[in-house]
């Protein structure tokens, strides 16, 4: 990989070197008129580039509205039971962000940290702490934004020096290292008493809900919490009312978002072609004059902070952590699967992994609007109680439906390794010769003509 620590990363369009151009008498004019051409080229360039993104969030942006749309409609008993309800995609954007944020450090340098739950929960933790007024020198009217930023600074405090330790192995022994140390901080917190009076429960929000706004702008503000959350009604006299839960899903959505484009901005960087130098041939990034070791550093410090930054969203709206929902080991496998089934290496890749993840945990729950109360209620009685080889339907339903979503995402998951081992997105790269964001485009160009 000839990657050089000075290579430029602006490319001329099309092979025009527009400084020689500049430099011919009596060209003022039609240099002009090339920068003018070029700018909208890059402008148009840039939409075209980012339209998979802005149509993926527009989903994001009306899910919650539709969706109220179509559970009035005569089919809103269906629509109940296959579709997720909005808390399942509120988790969905806590969980995704999470598995971003390893992916980032997993997928792009290939140094798995098994032991990135513990990142996720410092988040969470200075959070409520810092809420409760736990905190030295932090009040507890802190503004949530400086508190959750903090927090992933805290987070990528840690993740330096577990990286000072554990990359100076590499491979399942760097995995290995993260993961003892997660599991020594999982049990230190569960049993530290100053967090909470019962530390194995983990402590819970004593004050006022965690408020997104931008600091000392007090107008812009949105309470998180599913029951304590800011509602409103009637906005913009549309008569259109946004539950508490609602309200917390764009929140939470928005910060989601600028997490995403940070990562992205930063993978995309010449420091991110480093990051991927270093997946590709480590030994060879470090002969051609990189400090690899300070790369994986800040690499793992930058995913650090992302993860908390998750943690942080999860807890404000949770109202509290507890040590086994943050830093427990398989929090961090949770991150693994969706990461596997999204394509590891991609980043947006996670985020739809685990809409699947959440897909199936909603449909099939035990809650109401699963698919298990839908067939129950729906199915006529006479065929619930058919009875086969000593089994009735009803039997059936319960045990190989209600509640068995980890079942069957773990067939899904080793289906996906077994046939689809680059993901859905990375699989959608590789038929379409390029990243989705660039290549789409052209594709749906060569069917529309």
Known sequence: MAISPNSDDHVGDGGTDVDATAEQPGATATESTREVATDEHWLRQYARDHVVHLFVIAVFVVYPPLYGVLLRTPLGAEFNAFLPGLTFMIAMLFLGLFAMSFDFISGYTGYLSFGHAAFYGVGAYFIVLVANGDVPILPEGTPFVVTMVLGGLLAFGLALAVGAVSFRLSGVYFAMITLGVAQ??????????????????????????????????????????????????????????????????????????LSYFAMQRIIHSPFGRVMIAI?????????????????????????????????????????????????????????LIVAIIGGLGTLAGPLFGTVLYEWLEDVLSAEQGGLAPYLRETLPEGLLTTDVAGVTVLDAINAAVDGRSQLYLGIVFVLFVLFVPNGLLGSTRDRLGGTVAKRLPASLERYRR
């Open 184 to 257: 020594v901080i999982y049990e230190l917190v569960r049993n530290w008493g100053y967090v909470a009076s019962n530390p194995q429960e983990g402590p819970n929000l004593a004050g006022p809900t965690p408020e997104i706004r931008i600091p000392f702008v007090d107008s812009l503000s949105v309470a998180l919490g599913r029951l304590s959350g800011d509602s409103f009604e009637n906005v913009l006299g549309l008569g259109i009312d946004v539950s508490a839960t609602m309200t917390s899903y764009y929140a939470i959505g928005l910060i989601v978002v």
């Open 279 to 335: 997946r590709e041939n480590e030994e060879r990034a470090r002969a051609i004059g990189y400090n690899v070791f300070w790369y994986k550093m800040v690499a793992f410090g930058f995913s650090a902070f992302f993860a908390a930054i998750a943690g942080a969203l999860f807890a404000a709206y949770a109202g509290g952590a507890s040590p086994d929902n943050t830093f427990y080991f398989l929090v961090t496998a949770d991150a």
